[in-house]
């Protein structure tokens, strides 16, 4: 009698147990300050694009062609595939031995479907590619530190400006006037040595080249500007996170010259991750889980949030799921694309229309 007392009590603690963890995954989290509207927008999976490594990222996008970069390629790693993912192609660069990507001070991106550009800080050069012929334009531009850089127009690239100054890090928004070697347009961030790394953040461009946003990583803000660096709009997210990070000095040695570096003694939290443009939208994919968000739903997925690009008002919010467990790495919309790269692959979901 008295096993099958302890039989049953323990079938019960077994039962109790498994029904918490279940409610645990299911329950609606209501403890961060906003809500969202999220809508299905019956995403419709399409063609998936296998890499050979998992050291792939976006490198850019044109009107037909996708370009990726991989990082353990000895030199630059330049790939395309069309819009059908249909293959994965290697572009020849024959760029110099130091502009291999193993050097942080390398940017590239996309001006259009045949050129593309390369920025080498270390070298204070910018060479314009095309992609078909191989044919190039070289150009000498200041020894400064860019980075985040985007194109605005013939003869201007936007980016990054990094400089320490006084044992602290001050970042600012330029615009580089690369025919003429010099920086024409500045837009100043926060400058207190505390915020240097709430400023951290992501720049994209509008297709039209007309706004460029600048996303925070840490806090719930972004800007809205035009292609002179005056700013149309501050943006808010939807959630309520202001940045608190702690900064520590260290000296580190670069080429044998001793430097202050600053590093994040205890990492702040992730608010916003990745984001993009396309017909005045802002698609923004957040970190934060909002109140009554389902949590099991949320971990399952991506949380894209839609902002109206011309004033920085919400739209709404919806979900790109997980590949096969991987994560998100970059995503962008176009037409009535979204292509998602995960760690090993790029996906492409197709969607009947986008919301207004």
Do not use: W
């Not at 951290?200 to 002179?228: A, K, M, Q, V």
């Not at 991987?326 to 692959?345: G, T």
């Amino acid at each position: 009698m008295k096993k099958s007392l302890l039989f049953i009590t323990g079938i019960f603690l077994i039962c109790g147990v498994f029904l918490f963890v279940y409610s645990l995954n299911n329950r609606s989290h209501g403890q961060n300050g906003f809500t969202r509207d999220i809508r299905d927008l019956q995403l419709k999976m399409g063609p998936v694009l296998a890499f050979p490594t998992s050291k792939f990222h976006l490198a850019g996008i044109s009107e037909t062609q996708v370009y990726l970069q991989n990082l353990n390629h000895p030199q630059f790693g330049l790939f395309s595939t069309d819009y059908a993912l249909s293959a994965l192609n290697e572009i020849a660069l024959h760029l110099p031995g130091d502009f291999s990507v193993k050097h942080r001070k390398i940017n590239m991106g996309v001006i259009n479907d045949t050129t593309i550009y390369v920025l080498s800080s270390q070298r204070a050069e910018l060479i314009l590619i095309n992609t078909g012929t191989g044919q190039r334009q070289e150009f000498k531009i200041p020894g400064i530190y860019f980075d985040r850089t985007a194109f605005v127009a013939k003869g201007q690239m936007m980016g990054r400006y990094v400089q320490i100054i006084k044992d602290a890090m001050k970042i600012d928004l330029v615009r580089l006037n690369y025919e003429k070697a010099g920086i024409d347009r500045t837009y100043t961030l926060k400058r207190e040595p505390e915020e240097v790394f709430s400023n951290d953040g992501r720049l994209e461009r509008d297709p039209d080249g007309s706004r460029f946003f600048y996303t925070y990583y840490y806090r719930g803000e972004f800007l809205c500007l035009d292609s002179n660096l005056s700013l149309l709009y501050k943006g808010k997210t939807i959630d309520t996170t202001t940045a608190s990070i702690q900064l520590s000095k260290s000296m580190a040695s670069t080429n044998g010259k001793n430097e202050i570096a600053l590093t994040q003694s205890k990492p702040p939290k992730t608010v916003n991750r990745y984001s993009c443009v396309f017909q005045n939208r802002f698609y923004l994919c957040s970190a934060k889980i909002a109140d009554y968000e389902n949590m099991q739903q949320f971990n399952a997925n991506h949380v894209i949030d839609v902002y109206a690009a011309d004033n920085g008002t919400y739209r709404y919010s919806f979900y790109i799921p997980k590949y096969r467990g991987e994560k998100m790495r970059d995503f962008s919309v176009r037409k009535d694309c979204i292509f998602v790269l995960y760690r090993n692959c790029m996906v492409k979901y197709r969607l009947d229309s986008l919301p207004a």
